[in-house]
């Protein structure tokens, strides 16, 4: 049995009706599902992946993230599940402000652990990243990042409240993580955790905003490097 979607199935009309405090409900949540060509080793899926499929299924998965995001809005308590397998990157993949979560219902990129790869096989260009965040209260958690500049790039001024959490860095040019700031965002934080990094540059370069008296927070837990 695919138990994690027989779960998500089971838990999404749930989630649709959770309150998020007196006199209001949460947002309706949407999975969105993403296969390869295979069904080997996967944990979400039931079918490979095609463009064409709607991805709102396990049977009918997207064959790319990118094609998810270009197809959807992705809003609060949606879930995108990527499934075990190489997904080559021929040029960032851009998750933008058109997308993000809330702050008690964030919005969550799945992967199936070291077994969901995102390759960007550029490792020279300045900015080659495999995946790039400008969107808000965004979790990213269970993918394998390499072959690119830096792995994943978050970009402080429109990623309040990023978590990075179990995912894999290596074999990447400058850096694994890498939040940059051009000292204009507001008070943001990031938490950064359970992650392994290596054969890579720097683990994380994380540049604080310039501005205000505090600057950004960075939680950062139990990464192995």
């Given at each position: 049995m695919n138990t994690h979607a027989f779960a998500s199935r089971i838990l999404a009309p749930l989630l649709a009706l959770a309150w998020a405090?007196?006199?209001?409900?949460?947002c309706p949540a949407t999975?969105?599902?993403?296969?390869?060509?295979?069904?080997?080793?996967?944990?979400?899926c039931s079918a490979p992946g095609l463009d064409s499929n709607d991805g709102l299924t396990a049977g009918r998965?997207?064959?790319?993230?990118?094609?998810?995001?270009?197809?959807?809005?992705?809003?609060?308590a949606d879930t995108v599940f990527v499934d075990?397998?190489?997904?080559?990157?021929?040029?960032?993949?851009?998750?933008?402000?058109?997308?993000?979560g809330s702050w008690d219902q964030p919005l969550l990129f799945q992967g199936a652990g070291r077994s969901?790869?995102?390759?960007?096989?550029?490792?020279?260009?300045?900015?080659?990243?495999?995946?790039?965040?400008?969107?808000?209260?965004?979790?990213?958690?269970?993918f394998v990042f390499t072959g690119a500049r830096v792995g994943l790039c978050v970009n402080?001024?429109?990623?309040?409240?990023?978590?990075?959490?179990?995912?894999?860095?290596?074999?990447?040019r400058k850096a694994g993580i890498e939040v940059f700031s051009t000292g204009t965002s507001s008070y943001n934080s990031f938490y950064i955790a359970r992650n392994l990094f290596f054969d890579t540059g720097d683990c994380m370069r994380l540049e604080a905003d310039r501005t205000d008296g505090g600057g950004d927070q960075f939680d950062v837990y139990n990464n192995t490097a």
């Open positions: 405090g007196p006199g209001a409900l949460t999975n969105h599902y993403v296969n390869d060509a295979s069904t080997n080793g996967d944990v979400f998965p997207k064959a790319s993230l990118a094609a998810v995001l270009a197809s959807s809005t992705l809003g609060p075990a397998g190489s997904y080559t990157c021929l040029s960032n993949i851009v998750i933008d402000s058109r997308h993000g969901t790869f995102l390759v960007r096989q550029n490792s020279n260009a300045t900015n080659a990243c495999c995946l790039l965040l400008e969107a808000a209260f965004v979790n990213i958690d269970g402080a001024e429109a990623s309040t409240r990023a978590h990075v959490t179990g995912c894999v860095f290596k074999g990447n």
